[in-house]
Structure formats: structure tokens, C-alpha cells
């Protein structure tokens, strides 16, 4: 033979058998990649930031290598989480600030406080986390108590819903405000003809509050961060942001500080934030989609502040209110709809889904994929379910489970049927966007698949579970907390899903949610987070 030819053939020999080099080659996975097909993969390659190979361990081990190789040793893999509707910011702030979470008694809430002050010494104490719903005195407290700990320095401290506040009589002085100050869009809570200290919705916007300074935003993102990334998530839809705070993220993002993924929803509150951003356009990176408005319909079910079509069942003559007229509504959407940004609305109440609902399909005009959204979804009426066909609805399951002790009790059984209708839902729209609405509900988002799933509290109840004709499958769960909810944030071509092309965002669990038992879901931790193909947190 032609030494030639067999010179030749030796290096086409050679260099068809060199692999690639990559950037981290995963083995041994139980990984369900949630593609179209929902198939599974036991080993991947990353490259650049982004999956370039998704398959079987020969098809990856034959064809790549690198100096990286993760041994996952038969643990189940899933794409990076996305939490669809939370307050990421707020969550991260409030680790500053007094937490009131799982509180079980007025006495108990005062105790926290004043240990919190005990240490911090601070000119204003505020916080989160009190929900009277879970007390043995299921009532809103007053601030008697509160004034005589604190007579000089104000308290507000929040419900866990962020839709009431409990301040005391400094808080009140500051704000100057009476029990005659009028208030639209919210209540000012009187009994026997004085102040309780309980605030409702806009009666809030009252408080003056102390300004946050730089460093302290800075670190409550970097701390939300740490958070986050602990649970499994890479991506946070963040309900309502500032433009100051937009733009702080964007900075630490782009200096690598903040590495966590946002989609920010702008807060429709203020009418100059609506004219900058749909002036300025869709700002997109691969850190930081603005793209969307949240706009706030009205209250929450637990202060009673939900907008019901009739009154509440425990509280007669009393229907929630919405937090802006009808005509405001209208004029915010006309104004979205004419720009290509989103418009996502918080609705709980049965008569805010309904004024919101027709809203949007009057402005939209049946346009399609234009995917707004309505957060939360709450309580539907049985003749607004047909509007989803065209409308995206963002969920959180935890809610379902918090609130199916007294919910009932709060808007009777008739509207319990179109309550936490989570199937329902999924079945007009053919997608659901699941989320947690943290710091409200815990960050975890295994309680998230648990609730939507299984619907029971951690207690095993109730013993037959929550509603559970609106159960959501496993399949439809992980969906919602991944690839719909890329969908619902117009991202589902670059995340998602475990497949080429799209960026390495993976989790690493130290068990098979698909397949262990139910009351096995809550306690499923994460092993590894990996952004870009960077692990971002490990245990």
C-alpha cells in the first residue's frame, strides 16, 4: 500500500477517534431532562455554559471528555428550579429584620420583638411573619400591649401575607394618621371606636417607613441568594420590584456578585415605572429579563382584604375591596397591552379574578401568546375558568394547605369548589406556573411539590388530602416548577429542560421525588446546584 494513503488513513484514524473537550461531563445520573417527550438521561456534557450533549454514559463517555467528571452515583438530577411568583428581594431584606414566621400566639410575636430589639437596638423595628390564623385567639391583635413595651419607638411589623400591618401608637403618630383618615383601597381597623394598630392594604402606604440604605440591599440579595440556591433554585420570578432595585441587580449581576437568575416583574404601582420601562423596551440578558408588570388586584384571604362578588361568609356586609377603581385597571392594561411587556395581576378574590379576567380579554382582543398572567387565581367562579383558555394562571400549592384549615369557615362551600382549583386550571390553559410566594410561604420548594401533589400539611392532613380532584401529577408538578414556568416567563427555549443548546442549570437531590412516597417529598434535600454549569451551592 501507498505509504501515502496509509499516512493517511492512520490520521483520519486519529483524529476520528479524539474526543471533545468539555467543561464538566456528568455520569451515573437518574436525570429526568423534562424535554418533550419527559425522557430521561443517565449522563450530559456541558460546554460553554450551556448542555451540548444529553444521553447515556457510552454515547457521552465515547464522544467527550474533561478534566471535570461528576460521579452522580445513581442520584436523581432535575433542571435548575424556577420559584414563578416569591419576593426574593423582600425575603433576602427580611433576614435583617425581625422574623415572626410560625408564631403561635400574640404573646408570642411580642416575645420575638423584643428580643429582636434586645439586640438590635434599632430607631424603627420592622418584620414579617404574624398570621393570627394560626393562633388559638384566631383574631387580629391590638396594640395596647405593644404600646406599653415600645411608647416611644415605632413598630410595623407585617402579616405573613403582606397584606396587613401591625404598628403601634409611635408608628401611628409618625405617620400621622387618625381612625378618621380616609382610606381607598384598604381599611383602617377600629374597635369600639379606637385604632386597633391593624392596617389593611392601602391604609399601609401610610407608615413611614425608614429607607433602606445601599449595603443593606446589597447584602439582602446576596443573602436571598444563598437561600435560594440552597433549595434548588436558578431562577426567581421576583413579584414587584423597583426600578432602583431593578437596577441594582443588574449591576451585581453583570459583576458577577449576584449570579441568580431574575425575571422581574416591575411594580405596576407607580405610573412613572409603567412609562419608563414600556418606553425603554424588553431589557434581556442572561441574568435579567424585564419584562413584565405585577399589578395588584387586591388583598389576601387571610386579613379579609380578598374582593369578594358577596360578602364573607364569617363576616357579614364585609367583601374585600380592590386596590384601585375599575376604570384604573382598565387604563394600566389598555397602556401594557399596547407594548409587548406582560401583565401579571395578583387576584385571590373571586370578584378580583372576574373584573381582571374580562379586563384582559377586552384589551387583548383573543391575541395570542401574549401570556399574561394572573397570580395566585385564587378563588374562581365556576363561569370564569373559561377565561384561562388564553390566560396563564401562577399558582402557589402552599397556599392551599396553609389556608384549608379555615378557608371554608372564611368564604363558605359553595366557593370552596372553585378554590385552589390547581387541575381545573392546568386542564383550560394546558400549562400551570407553580411558585411559592416567599417569603410569605417557606422557600422550599419540595413543600411546593408536596402540596400540589399530595395536598396534605406535614402532619398527614387531612388523611385523604386537600380537594384532591385538583391534584396535579408528579409530572405535571416538576413541569410547572421548570419548564412551564420558563414558558410563562417567555424563556422556554434557553431553560427549562436538561437539553442541548440550553444553559447547565441542574439539581442534584439525594432522592427520586417522582417515585418515593409521598410523605417522603418534604424532606428531599438538595445535594448540588449547578448555574451555567458552575455549582453554586453544595452541602
Known amino acids: 500500500m501507498n505509504k501515502n494513503l496509509i499516512l493517511i488513513l492512520t490520521l483520519i484514524s486519529i483524529f476520528s477517534c479524539k ?97 429582636f430589639q434586645k439586640e438590635k437596638n434599632t430607631s424603627f423595628i420592622t418584620g414579617r411573619g404574624w398570621d393570627q390564623n394560626d393562633w388559638d385567639i384566631k383574631e387580629f391583635p391590638t396594640k395596647e400591649k405593644l404600646d406599653a413595651l415600645f411608647p416611644e419607638t415605632p413598630v410595623a411589623v407585617g402579616r405573613v401575607d403582606g397584606h396587613a400591618l401591625l404598628v403601634n401608637q409611635a408608628a401611628i403618630d409618625l405617620a400621622g394618621i387618625t381612625k378618621d383618615t380616609k382610606v381607598s383601597g384598604g381599611e383602617i381597623i377600629i374597635k369600639d371606636g379606637k385604632m386597633t394598630g391593624v392596617l389593611i392594604d392601602a391604609a399601609m402606604d401610610f407608615i413611614k417607613f425608614p429607607s433602606t440604605s445601599l449595603e443593606e440591599a446589597t447584602q439582602g440579595l446576596l443573602d436571598a441568594q444563598k437561600i435560594s440556591f440552597s433549595y434548588g433554585l436558578t431562577t426567581v420570578d421576583d413579584a414587584g420590584l423597583d426600578k432602583s432595585t431593578i437596577e441594582l441587580i443588574d449591576s451585581l449581576q453583570k459583576e458577577n456578585t449576584l449570579k441568580m437568575r431574575v ?53 357579614e356586609n364585609h367583601f374585600g375591596a380592590l386596590i384601585y377603581s375599575p376604570e384604573r385597571y382598565q387604563e394600566i392594561a389598555i397602556q401594557i397591552a399596547a407594548s409587548d411587556y406582560q401583565m401579571n395581576t395578583h387576584a ?70 372553585g378554590a385552589y382549583a390547581f387541575k381545573d386550571l392546568l386542564n383550560k390553559y394546558g400549562k400551570i406556573t407553580l411558585g411559592t410566594d416567599f417569603p410569605v410561604e417557606q422557600v422550599n420548594p419540595f413543600l411546593t411539590f408536596y402540596a400540589a401533589t399530595i395536598r396534605k400539611d406535614l402532619e398527614n392532613y387531612p388523611e385523604e388530602g386537600f380537594q384532591m380532584e385538583n391534584a396535579l401529577t408528579r409530572e405535571e408538578t416538576l413541569k410547572g416548577m421548570t419548564i412551564w414556568a420558563a414558558y410563562s416567563n417567555f424563556e422556554e427555549e434557553e431553560k427549562g429542560s436538561i437539553e442541548v443548546g440550553k444553559f447547565a442549570d441542574f439539581v442534584i437531590l439525594n432522592q427520586d421525588i417522582m417515585q418515593i412516597e409521598g410523605e417522603k417529598i418534604p424532606k428531599t434535600k438538595v445535594l448540588a446546584t449547578y448555574l451555567n454549569g458552575e455549582k453554586v451551592y453544595s452541602e
Not at 375558568?385 to 359553595?414: C, L
Open 348 to 417: 385571590i378574590g373571586d370578584s378580583a379574578n372576574t373584573w381582571m379576567l374580562k379586563t384582559y380579554k377586552e384589551v387583548l382582543k383573543d391575541a395570542k401568546n401574549r401570556r399574561w398572567r394572573i397570580e395566585h387565581a385564587q378563588i374562581i367562579s365556576e363561569d370564569d375558568f373559561s377565561y384561562f383558555e388564553n390566560i396563564i394562571p401562577s399558582v402557589q400549592p402552599t397556599h392551599a394547605t396553609s389556608d384549608m384549615y379555615w378557608a371554608e369557615d372564611r368564604i363558605g362551600e359553595k366557593r370552596m369548589k
Open 19 to 115: 474526543k471533545e473537550q468539555v467543561d464538566l461531563i456528568v455520569l451515573n445520573s437518574n436525570t429526568y431532562t423534562v424535554n418533550n417527550d419527559f425522557n430521561k438521561a443517565e449522563a450530559f456534557a456541558i460546554k460553554d455554559g450551556l448542555f451540548v450533549a444529553v444521553g447515556n454514559n457510552n454515547e457521552i463517555k465515547g464522544k467527550y471528555e474533561s478534566k471535570n467528571i461528576v460521579d452522580a452515583q445513581s442520584q436523581t438530577i432535575v433542571p435548575g428550579l424556577i420559584d414563578a411568583h416569591c419576593h426574593f428581594f423582600r425575603m433576602g431584606l427580611q433576614q435583617q429584620k425581625v422574623s415572626l414566621e410560625g408564631t403561635k400566639s400574640y404573646d408570642e410575636v411580642l416575645e420575638k420583638i423584643v428580643a
Open 263 to 315: 425575571y422581574a416583574m416591575v411594580s405596576g404601582d407607580k405610573q412613572e415605572q409603567i412609562d419608563y420601562y414600556i418606553n425603554k423596551g424588553i431589557i434581556k440578558t442572561e441574568k435579567l429579563n424585564v419584562r413584565s408588570f405585577k399589578v395588584y388586584g387586591d388583598g389576601a384571604l387571610g386579613s379579609r382584604g380578598a374582593a369578594m362578588r358577596t360578602s364573607y361568609s364569617d363576616r
